[in-house]
């Protein structure tokens, strides 16, 4: 890793820690940078914006998602099937809860980060990326065709959705673990959704180098988002 991207790398450790701590509204980029250990003005070497400095921060996390579900297929094909990604999924992203928060709306993390424009193509590119998948699937038998494409797409995203962000408003005692309520999306997913027949070990081979294909494109273009202007060789006379 590059001297430059090392430090890349800090800025957006310390921009990760802090808005985590204080919220998106109270941070500001001499905050970053006091914690980061640089001059402000480094900072907008890499990123233009304050907001594209956030954005940043969310999509480096993306990026690490995205890894973790490249590696799972590549150890086991079986690891592209619908109820298995929106499994991994759930337990991954319990460990980004700045994920977590956008996912959430959450303004008291986010503040007007989680509406703000910058963060609309990201955004747009991950569904196209999940549309794509779940064609994938549908047209090699992988889920059931007894429900029109659209509608079924909607039942899944709302399902996975439900999953992520119900237990806060239950009470207490009705609250279940991580894993159970992972394992209880695997399972309904699974019931509703996939074939019952168990899939062929052969076809989960075979789709799943286009699989990850498409994955791998979808991280490529998070990858830019963390970036900023770091292909610029300038040294900032501050550091």
Request: charged share 30%.
């Amino acid at each position: 890793m590059s001297k430059q991207r090392q430090r890349a790398e800090r800025i957006l450790d310390a921009a990760a820690e802090l808005v985590l701590r204080w919220g998106y509204k109270r941070v500001t980029i001499d905050e970053v940078a006091k914690r980061a250990g640089i001059g402000k003005g480094t900072i907008y070497l890499h990123w233009k914006t304050r907001e594209a400095l956030f954005l940043a921060v969310l999509a480096r996390d993306s990026v690490k998602m995205f890894d973790r579900f490249i590696e799972a297929v590549r150890e086991d094909p079986a690891e592209i099937l619908m109820h298995r990604v929106l499994r991994r999924s759930l337990l991954v992203l319990k460990e980004r809860p700045l994920l977590q928060a956008m996912l959430a709306r959450d303004t008291e993390v986010l503040g007007s980060l989680v509406t703000d424009s910058t963060a609309r193509p990201l955004q747009g590119r991950k569904l196209a990326s999940f549309r794509e998948y779940f064609a994938l699937l549908r047209s090699h038998g992988l889920l059931r065709a007894d429900m029109a494409a659209d509608d079924q797409l909607y039942a899944i995203n709302a399902m996975a959705l439900g999953f992520h962000l119900l237990d806060p408003l239950l009470m207490a005692e009705e609250r279940r673990s991580l894993d159970e309520r992972a394992e209880i999306l695997a399972a309904t997913v699974r019931g509703a959704f996939e074939p019952a027949d168990p899939p062929d070990p052969g076809a989960l081979r075979a789709l799943a180098p286009r699989i990850i294909d498409e994955f791998a494109r979808l991280r490529a273009y998070y990858v830019q988002f963390t970036q900023g202007n770091s292909t610029s060789t300038r040294e900032s006379p501050e550091e």
